[in-house]
């Protein structure tokens, strides 16, 4: 089958080849996919340019697909060949810009009535989005929420799933069209552009003083450490990228007796590194993987009611995916960038 593989670690410009490469080899928990789109998330960037685990190249990237079934292993149940489905394969095994892919049936579903393109962008910043707020941060109605890059691939459908359940939202973007999407398309309670405004002093004044309970970090870096002079005591910050903690950071947490969790969806399969691409104890891993299917179901019935809007900005021919890197790259991508790989 052809694939656009990156050949090593590097540029987008310089890394991406479209070549032949082996069809994928279905396990028993396998559906083999026939692509028809796919997404851009900031994880194929950070895996392109530097791998937290050794990786084998060539490589295939893109961690969203939707598709046909054309294969199954021996032990899926519930999909048949010809169903049309969505899932997020594990970023620990070749993904979904190639002309098929193999994903766990488990962390699949239907895609319903959706368009290729909107349900490509779902599955990751779908998950991520619902784990963190309802796993991790367990929202519940009248909470307020801080949500940074609510604008971004998962930020816009954080604020939707938090608004949902009646939250009360404080939202971050910096260019004009993103405030203006979060406030009156996404609903956000309160919009602040962390370019100007004094994102401590704002929340501090929006929440009378008692500081945010809970925080929603999509952004990392000196996002997440400013995010320290503002959490309420007994609070709790859930990030979505790898931060470090220094030794005086790691004292404020305690004082103030601070939750801090990490949000990555990938975690539950990272099994696959250990096995030659076999997930490690199935049987252990059953319910979650059946839980990222359930939530997937979940959003796409939310979808097709119009309880949730997945952002489309820009879909990509699957030939022109270093271009669609290198937009991600330069950040203010509002939403998702699709990849079409067949039709």
């Not at 959706?114 to 998950?127: K, W």
């Not at 608004?163 to 939202?171: A, M, S, Y």
């Not at 309670?189 to 929006?206: P, Q, S, T």
Request: aromatic share 6%; hydrophobic share 40%.
């Amino acid at each position: 089958m052809k694939a656009n593989v990156i050949t090593a670690h590097g540029p987008a410009a310089k890394v991406f080849e479209m070549q032949q490469v082996a069809d994928p080899v279905p396990t028993e928990y396998d559906l083999i996919v026939k692509v028809l789109t796919t997404s851009i998330n900031p994880l194929d960037c950070r895996i392109r340019n530097k791998a937290s685990v050794p990786r084998n190249f060539p490589l295939t990237l893109g961690f969203d697909v939707c598709g046909v079934v054309v294969e199954k292993g021996r032990d899926v149940t519930g999909f048949e060949i010809g169903d049309r489905v969505i899932g997020s394969p594990t970023p620990f095994r070749n993904g979904a810009n190639a002309e098929y892919v193999a994903i766990d049936h488990r962390s699949c579903t239907w895609a319903g009535t959706l368009a290729d393109a909107t349900a490509a962008a779902i599955p990751l910043v779908g998950i991520t989005a619902y784990e963190a707020l309802f796993d991790r941060l367990r929202i519940r109605s009248g909470d307020w929420v801080v949500i940074h890059a609510g604008a971004g691939g998962v930020g816009h459908l954080a604020i939707q799933l938090a608004k949902n359940t009646g939250c009360r939202i404080i939202t971050t973007a910096s260019r004009p069209e993103s405030l203006a999407y979060c406030a009156n398309e996404l609903g956000a309670d309160h919009v602040l552009n962390y370019r100007e405004a004094d994102i401590a002093g704002a929340v501090m004044d929006i929440t009378k003083g008692r500081g945010a309970g809970l925080i929603m970090d999509n952004a990392g870096g000196e996002c997440f450490s400013r995010s320290l002079d503002y959490v309420s005591p007994n609070g709790h910050i859930c990030t979505i990228l790898p931060v470090a903690v220094d030794e005086q950071q790691g004292y404020q947490l305690l004082l103030k007796n601070i939750t801090l969790s990490y949000q990555f969806m990938g975690d539950r399969r990272s099994g696959d590194r250990r096995s030659g691409g076999r997930i490690a104890g199935r049987q252990n891993a059953a319910h979650e993987e059946n839980r990222q299917g359930q939530v997937l179901q979940k959003l796409v019935e939310m979808v097709e009611c119009g309880q949730l809007r997945p952002h489309v900005s820009k879909i990509y021919d699957w030939h022109d995916l270093a271009q669609a890197h290198e937009k991600m790259e330069r950040g203010h991508v509002s939403g998702k960038l699709v990849v079409r790989v067949t039709n």
